[in-house]
């Protein structure tokens, strides 16, 4: 009859289990913050920084799209930016598509070495 012992403790009532307290919260929490501080905290801050550049594009500035091309600033539109690659080449491309304002000069630098190196 001794078999009937184990049958005897499985019907008894189980434990009352206790709900997780502020320490059962802590790991879910803690893999939140880090994902917010690696992941979208950053990508946030660039879209704003590219979001400001953007804004601050004027006629003339030398910039490079995500295509990366190289070129001038001829034309600004709300949605499109007209830019010079090349003389009296002209492209047009979203303004999003704007990833570079590149410094002064680096458009005059590059097609006078491509213009060197066709000789």
Request: charged residues 20%; proline residues 4%; glycine residues 8%.
């Amino acid at each position: 009859m001794s078999f009937f012992i184990s049958d005897a403790m499985a019907a008894a009532a189980p434990a009352a289990q206790q709900a997780p307290g502020i320490e059962g919260m802590l790991f879910p929490l803690g893999i939140l913050l880090f994902f917010y501080f690696m992941f979208l905290r950053p990508q946030s801050k660039r879209a704003k920084e590219k979001k400001e550049m953007l804004s601050k594009m004027q006629k003339g500035a030398e910039v490079v799209t995500s295509g990366g091309i190289l070129g001038k600033v001829v034309e600004l539109g709300d949605n499109f930016v007209k830019i010079e690659v090349s003389d009296n080449v002209f492209i047009q491309v979203q303004r999003q598509s704007v990833e570079n304002i590149m410094p002064k000069g680096t458009y005059k630098a590059v097609t006078k070495k491509i213009s060197t190196n066709k000789v």
